[in-house]
């Protein structure tokens, strides 16, 4: 499964706490792209510790980690043709007031600190996170 044809998108507690579920997946179903494994997830202070690792040393990692346990998340994986490079130009920008209208961050979001989706960066950080 893990290969550089899928990605793994986790939409945020914040993000569902916005009914925003739908208009997240509904860009990528458009697409063409297939939903291939999701989970609704509560996910603990350790699995984000460790998903969120590289960022360990980074000032906002504790209310990184913190407002992600705020409630339940959807993690997913998606398959299809570029579907690393493709869906992060569909999803993104970290900084959401630099994110392009008509992408999920520049039409949803304006704080970084509640970005509505993760995505991953790289066929390794995808591989690690699918398992976690
Ligand atoms: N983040 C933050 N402040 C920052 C940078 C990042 O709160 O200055 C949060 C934000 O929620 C972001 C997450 O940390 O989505 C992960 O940061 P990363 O740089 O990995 O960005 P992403 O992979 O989400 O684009
Ligand atoms: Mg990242």
């Given at each position: ?26 860009p990528?179903e458009q697409k ?101």
């Amino acid at each position: 499964m893990v290969n550089n044809k899928c990605i793994f998108i986790a939409i945020k507690p914040h993000g569902m706490q916005c009914n925003f579920v739908g208009e997240i997946i509904k860009p990528f179903e458009q697409k063409g792209f297939c939903l291939i494994a999701m989970k609704l997830i509560q996910a603990s202070e350790d699995l984000l510790k460790e998903h969120y690792i590289d960022l360990k040393d980074c000032p906002f990692f504790a209310s990184l980690v913190k407002s992600m346990q705020s409630g339940p998340g959807v993690s997913m994986v998606w398959e299809g043709l570029k579907v690393m490079k493709t869906g992060r130009v569909m999803l993104r920008g970290t900084k959401p007031m630099n994110s392009r209208p008509g992408t999920i961050h520049g039409d949803f979001c304006i704080q970084v600190g509640r970005n509505i989706t993760h995505c991953s960066d790289s066929v390794e950080s995808a591989e690690k996170e699918m398992g976690l």
